[in-house]
Nanobody
Framework: QVQLVESGGGLVQAGGSLTLSCTAS????????MGWFRQAPGKEREFVAG????????EYADSVKGRFTISRDNAKNMVTLQMNTLKPEDTAVYYC?????????????????WGQGTQVTVSS
């Protein structure tokens, strides 16, 4: 079992920045890819960013490319999502997740463990 705890969410004005962190405990997650997803009210959960097991490969949703950066520190069992130039449409609950293998995927069913989520609200 892997337990994931997200932090760093909050309220920010449009154009601002936030940094989300996800800390893993329990069974090691360092051999697995990790991802960030988000879900806005009334919408389906969507992929935001993913990173492979060693940080050498990343991918992003088109809507956040160039504004968000995902990174990981395996020594600290942590994955981070730096979010810049935030927009009101980025408002959602953000979840981190551990992939079932070493790579990344945009498909949420390929992720095995999930955090409880952290709320991000961007005001206009």
């Amino acid at each position: 079992q892997v337990q994931l705890v997200e932090s760093g969410g909050g309220l920010v004005q449009a154009g601002g920045s936030l940094t989300l962190s996800c800390t893993a405990s329990g069974r090691t997650s360092s051999r697995f890819g990790m991802g960030w997803f988000r879900q806005a009210p009334g919408k389906e959960r969507e992929f935001v960013a993913g990173i492979n097991w060693n940080g050498g490969g990343t991918e992003y949703a088109d809507s956040v490319k160039g504004r968000f950066t995902i990174s990981r520190d395996n020594a600290k069992n942590m994955v981070t999502l730096q979010m810049n130039t935030l927009k009101p449409e980025d408002t959602a609950v953000y979840y981190c997740a551990v992939s079932r293998d070493s790579g990344t995927s945009r498909r949420d069913y390929l992720y095995t463990y999930w955090g409880q989520g952290t709320q991000v609200t961007v005001s206009s």
